[in-house]
């Protein structure tokens, strides 16, 4: 059984890396309106790489860091990206083994990486990836008969956002957050349930102003918000539960 469980963990890893990999593509193409059906190519010298080049850290390793055509080196983030992806879908079979939880987990990981990786680079949450991702969700969730607390869940985050949106809106003269991420939390919803996913945005919130505070030029400067909300919902999904149950117990409830 231990084997098995180790076999199926490195699978897992590699397959993990595998959907991760394909994720950056699609990130970095539809928001620009380039077809995701080519072949991905260099981004110094453009010329296209062949299967085992673009293969996840293996055609890191064979080349070296490095285009073999132009000898430019390869952008550290998409090993580290393919690493990450890997691990976090690793560890979602290990937390929660072949079952419902880890369907949700792998939906989750694959829509949140794919929009932190736009929003990173463009500052756009692609709507077409969390609106498919949440219809799996909703077949997911009609399957493990948790659908009606999910749809509560949906709705009551994304007003929750939505009101902070518009509060911030009205006293600090901008947006408190943008379009993106408030329909981003609809998402959220279908995978976590409703206390979860407000630790998600608190954890979201704290990180996001810790970054503004170190990086920001400017009063009105604006931060990609979603990779913070990807990681608080990351730690909401796998340890939500246990945290919300350690502050209650702290306040003596």
């Not at 987990?105 to 949140?112: K, M, N, Q, S, T």
């Not at 609809?186 to 919130?205: P, Q």
């Not at 909300?229 to 990351?234: D, K, L, P, T, Y």
């Amino acid at each position: 059984m231990t084997e098995m469980i180790a076999i199926y963990s490195l699978l897992i890893f590699y397959a993990g890396s595998l959907i991760t990999s394909f994720l950056h593509l699609v990130a970095l193409r539809l928001p620009i309106g380039e077809s995701i059906n080519g072949l991905s190519k260099c981004d110094a010298c453009k010329h296209k790489l062949k299967l085992y080049e673009v293969l996840p850290l293996i055609g890191f390793v064979i080349n070296r860091g490095r285009c073999r055509y132009c000898s430019a080196k390869i952008d550290w983030i998409y090993p580290v990206l393919e690493v990450i992806g890997g691990l976090l879908y690793m560890a979602a079979y290990l937390y929660w083994g072949f079952s419902w939880e880890f369907a949700v987990a792998i939906v989750a990981i694959a829509v949140l990486m794919a929009e932190s990786i736009s929003d990173a680079y463009y500052m756009i949450v692609i709507d077409r990836i969390w609106i498919f991702g949440s219809i799996i969700l909703i077949v997911i969730r009609i399957a493990d008969q948790t659908i009606l607390d999910h749809l509560l869940s949906a709705f009551v985050l994304f007003a929750i956002m939505l009101l902070i949106a518009f509060v911030g809106k009205k006293i600090y003269k901008q947006d408190a957050f943008g379009g993106g991420d408030v329909k981003l939390f609809i998402f959220i919803g279908l995978c976590l349930m409703i206390a979860e996913g407000i630790l998600a945005l608190m954890i979201a919130s704290l990180l996001g102003m810790i970054y503004g505070f170190t990086r920001r030029s400017g009063r009105k400067a604006i931060i990609p918000l979603v990779p913070f909300i990807a990681v608080g919902s990351m730690i909401a999904l796998f340890f939500g539960e246990a945290i919300i149950q350690w502050y209650f117990t702290l306040l003596g409830m």
